[in-house]
């Protein structure tokens, strides 16, 4: 096998997440190309073809045909349905957060990637910046008894990203993956989670650690703030340690995704932040809710 060759990917989606990330991304190469696109609307993805030289796919099959992997910009209940068709089909996935609309859906991908045996990677953007992982790395070292953090904006007031998902399942369903997979990351393993609030508006989520170290988050898109805010402050008896997002350079984060993907791919061997992982994530957000809606009955 050829390392030096691009990995052909074909983009599935041609909303603003698909035009403005995914598609740049892996035009962008070296280590991939982009080689076919498809979406519901023709139009909006021959758009996005034209601009980087791809092939625009008539069904998802035939973009599988053109393509060693596939990367995901769509809905979560649209990327469970068709990840399922392209592990089936041999691709590797680059998978969005949260994995599918519900915890069976996203158990169906997961164990369709594991059965096929193709690589997976989840796009939990914060993961590939070199400050999340020097802070994971210290935080490794650190004993932690508590913990309080948030992530908070205000897409859900309007805009392109204030779809019709987001704003019926709310920040515990797209927000909550990015915190709960930092915080167990950082702290250890969450044993128990649960939730209050209304995720359409502002939920707060408490985490129980395997290590006994309890953690707080605060998760909401419907406030108004000048930028979107993602901080996590761990504190123990040596002191305190703060990741805090707000100076960070998201640029910074496309070229090691792209790069760490297409390795995995050649390689066959997927990282830490695979499709198991993205379903550990929805496990978590599945017991938080149903712990809400316990407490509510």
């Known amino acids: 096998m050829n390392t030096s060759t691009p990995v052909e990917v074909g983009l599935i989606g041609a909303g603003p997440w698909a035009r403005t990330m995914h598609a740049r991304m892996l035009a962008a190469g070296p280590e991939t190309r982009l080689a076919a696109v498809w ?3 023709a139009p909006a993805a021959r758009e996005i073809a034209e601009s980087y030289g791809a092939v625009v796919a008539g069904t998802p099959e035939e973009l599988f045909d053109r393509c060693e992997a596939v990367a995901f910009a769509v809905p979560p209940a649209v990327q469970a349905e068709l990840a ?3 592990a089936k089909a041999g691709k590797a996935v680059l998978l969005e957060k949260p994995l599918g609309p519900d915890l069976a859906s996203a158990r169906a991908v997961a164990e369709a990637v594991a059965e096929a045996g193709v690589v997976s990677q989840m796009v939990l953007t914060k993961r590939y910046h070199p400050a999340t992982r020097d802070f994971l790395r210290r935080a490794a070292l650190m004993e932690t008894t508590g913990a309080r953090s948030c992530y908070l ?5 309007g805009g392109e990203f204030a779809t019709g998902w987001r704003l019926e399942q709310g920040a515990l369903l797209d927000l909550g993956p990015h915190l709960l997979d930092l915080l167990d990351a950082a702290i250890g393993p969450i044993a128990a989670v649960r939730a209050t609030g209304d995720p359409r508006r ?4 408490t985490c129980e650690h395997e290590n006994g170290a309890v953690s707080q988050a ?3 898109g419907s406030v108004r703030l000048p930028r979107a805010r993602t901080r996590i ?3 123990g008896p040596e002191g305190e340690l703060v990741f805090d997002t707000s100076d960070i350079d998201h640029e910074e984060c496309w070229p090691v995704l792209r790069a760490e993907f297409a390795a995995a791919v050649r390689s066959g061997r997927p990282g830490e932040l695979d499709a198991a992982r993205g379903l550990r994530l929805q496990e978590l957000i599945d017991a938080a809710t149903a712990r809400s809606q316990d407490r509510a009955a």
């Open 39 to 41: 979406a519901r609307r």
């Open 84 to 86: 399922v068709r392209a």
């Open 153 to 157: 904006h205000g897409a859900f007031l």
């Open 202 to 205: 502002w939920v707060e989520l």
């Open 218 to 220: 605060s998760l909401s």
């Open 233 to 235: 402050e761990l504190l």
